[in-house]
């Protein structure tokens, strides 16, 4: 089984829907993010949380909100889509041991398409 | 803060020849620097990564990359690519001791032409 996952794989959605993306870890770490991807633009960080009671916005937080359910458990939602928001979007876990010295570790990401 | 640029967005290689693709980083402390690669419809695998220590990293699939600090770079390559190295890579970097996330570059497409 993978070690992140993330659901949906895929949604299609209209402007103005409340929408929930769920990012599940069973690596132990105490770390989790979520990012999103579009073309030529790489990677941008929206939200992370370094352990359960630690939230913090990342780069382009606007439009979204997350929570930490449980260590192994952090979704993001975004409260009333819009067409911008179409984008791939990936959860990483890191360990909080190693700081900075240890790699992400990627789900397979969520593709959300808003009409 | 940390900030990363990748110099190319795009580079066609024919299988079998040397590639080289291309990162500089920003940043005001010690840093540690990574390289992921995104092969279609998959998320990010780690290529490879700098720490500390010798400055040439040898990472997975026949990758290398060198880290330069006078010229804040770390340049991927490898010396002979073949047609699975398709992918998008990204190279990211993390600041001393690690406290905060992080940042990735665009991105370089590297396509394989046979």
């Known amino acids: 089984d993978a070690d992140v996952t993330q659901t949906p794989r895929n949604r299609i959605t209209k402007t103005g829907k409340r929408i929930m993306l769920e990012c599940s870890q069973t690596?132990?770490?105490?770390?989790m993010y979520w990012y999103r991807q579009d073309p030529g633009l790489g990677l941008r960080l929206i939200y992370y949380s370094f352990d359960v009671k630690d939230i913090n916005k990342g780069e382009i937080s606007d439009g979204y909100s997350v929570s930490r359910q449980a260590q192994a458990k952090f979704s993001l939602s975004l409260e009333s889509a819009i067409p911008n928001q179409t984008a791939l979007y990936f959860c990483a876990t890191s360990d909080k041991i190693k700081q900075g010295r240890d790699e992400q570790f990627f789900g397979p990401g969520t593709r959300l398409t808003v009409l | 803060a940390q900030s990363v640029t990748q110099l190319d967005s795009q580079v066609p290689v024919f299988e079998e020849a040397p590639v080289e693709l291309r990162c500089n980083y920003s940043?005001?402390?010690?840093?540690?620097l990574f390289w992921y690669v995104q092969y279609p419809n998959q998320g990010l695998q780690l290529l490879l990564k700098?720490?500390?220590?010798?400055?040439l990293v040898k990472g997975i699939n026949g990758f290398e990359a060198e880290f330069n600090k006078s010229q804040t770079s770390f340049h991927l390559r490898k010396p002979s690519v073949h047609i699975s190295d398709t992918a998008e890579y990204f190279c990211?970097?993390?600041?001393?001791?690690?406290?905060?996330?992080?940042?990735f570059g665009k991105g370089t497409r590297l396509s394989v032409i046979a």
């Open positions: 700098y720490l500390s220590g010798s400055t």
């Open positions: 690596k132990g770490h105490d770390r």
């Open positions: 940043s005001s402390v010690s840093v540690y």
């Open positions: 990211a970097v993390s600041e001393f001791p690690g406290n905060t996330p992080l940042v």
